[in-house]
């Protein structure tokens, strides 16, 4: 496609390096698409004729559909996906082949083409988190009433709902879903048209093509669109970030089926066994989700290591840009699928749970906040006050309502046998009714809100 001005063709080294066609064969739907979309526009523009244009179209057509037949053929010397299916497109219709690359060049070809690739892949992203959200939702419903110990540093802080701490994670994916929003709606103009990367001298129309593609519009400088990966780097931040969430929530699974805090049986399906001991069962899924939020990470460092040095416009440094996007998008695919799996069909022991709020002094503030309220003193003096409370009870090996009344007055007078009512973990969590606390009722408000927000009501 560029022999012309060279006496020799390219060692095997050169080849292999340069031949990216084993990964970004990836991109043959986006790149007939985009091929279609600039035919057609040559052909309205006068800038090839309308039967050279309709030939190129159903040439493009054919070529597609042999891809879908059998694949796409990987052949280095056609370096790229763009060459691949010119190449066919030339043996299947001729030398009119050679009109469907004037006013173009792979620069806006391959900018264009993995824009329209990350664009599905973000909503490919969106659909699977909305189908977590519902997940999350339904579950937090069930158990808008269990309780639980909630913690700060792994240690026993204050009780909560389960219903409160699963709606945490509908929340983060909240955001996630609207950085992918973000990112789509930064993204979507067309780069194509801008050519090499100075435009073209033909009398093309660019909102043509944007329009054809689903784009917004054209991109406005034609050097920043051949050199532009921005919208990769931002798929590849909301990725990561969301794969992060992902990867909290199932190390909360993993801790929660071990056996010391029995907190859930984990689906058979999300887990397996051990070949040697055989009464495990592992979390792997879940392991695997926390490994490749690692992984998804290193995707984003590798594209913005790829960029940071490169002058304008087109390097082939950014030809490294679509393995770590590609990489990226699979994992978190899987992650995210995994994720939902395990909040859909995860077995909540709520009595385990609720056991375990009752450890570890959970109701302490609620002691605090008691003296507070019905004795009026600084909360200052009443965290000092409990904390002798916690004392004397840790030495006894009793929970803080197992203490006698005589033995709390001793500690401080003012304390009455009302004191007992608040530190129930039913009467903590419910006292806990301020915007967005962990109270039933407010747990089953924003449940009933997220339902309207998924269309679920
Ligand atoms: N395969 C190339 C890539 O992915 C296409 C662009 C090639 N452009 C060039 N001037 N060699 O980046």
Redesign the pocket.
Known sequence: MWGGRFAQGPSAIMREINA?IPF?KALWRQDIAASKAHVAMLGACRVVSGEDAVTIRDGLDAVGAEYEASGVPEDWDL????MTTESRLAQLIGPVAGRLHTAR???D??ATD?RLWVRDAIDQAEAGLQALQVALVMRAGEHADSIMPGFTHLQTAQPVTLGHHLMAYYEMIGRDRSRFHDARKRMNRSPLGSA?LAGTGFPIDREMTAQALGFDGPTANSLDSVSDRDFALDYLMAASQCALHLSRLAEEFIIWASQPFGFVTLPDALSTGSSIMPQKKNPDAAELVRGHAGRISGCLVSLMMTMKGLPLA?S?D??D??PPVFEAAGLLALSIAAIAGMVAETKFRTERMRGAAELGFATATDLADWLVREGDIPFREAHHITGAAVKLAESRGVALDQLPLDDLKTIDSRIDERVFNALSVEASVAARKSHGGTAPDQVRLRVAEARAALGLE
Do not use: G, L
Request: a negative charge.
């Open positions: 990216s970004d370096e790229d996906i763009h060049s792979r620069n070809q391959v993995f090499a087109y082939k950014m030809q840009d679509k």
